[in-house]
């Protein structure tokens, strides 16, 4: 008389398990790269000129998009500088300067993963006006 085996789960359940617990690993992989190039600037500055354009884009993720016209010579061609603004607050303050010439400051942030977080690496948290 042979004893019954015990019971296990099938094969096919074991490995759905891994497959499910390597795709939560990767999934949390991807979530903390992403807060680490979001929290870490690869660097910071401010540039001043007139902003030209800036308007609120995206599908799911709304953020505010805008160009900096830099003129270092009046009738020279500008230079674009394209940013992007995350903070509402700063956005609203951008608006109102519109026309006025500006000063920037802004963090760059290499290696976003998309462009749900703007669609430039230069974030810009504050403007002031430039007499």
């Given at each position: 008389m042979s004893s019954p085996m015990?019971?296990?789960a099938p094969r096919s359940s074991k490995w759905l398990l891994w497959l499910i617990g390597f795709i939560i690993l990767l999934g949390g992989l991807f979530a903390g790269y992403t807060w680490l190039v979001l929290r870490w600037s690869y660097s910071s500055g401010e540039r001043a000129g007139y902003v030209q354009k800036f308007s609120q884009k995206g599908w799911l993720c709304k953020t505010w998009e805008g160009e900096l016209a830099i003129v270092a010579i009046p009738g020279s061609m500008p230079e674009i500088f394209s940013f992007t603004v995350r903070d509402d607050r700063v956005a609203a303050e951008i608006n109102a300067l519109m026309g006025k010439r500006v000063a920037l400051s802004y963090d760059q942030h290499v290696g976003v993963p998309s462009t749900c977080?703007?669609?430039?690496?230069?974030y810009v948290d504050r403007i002031h006006s430039v007499e």
């Open positions: 015990p019971a296990t977080f703007g669609e430039t690496g230069y």
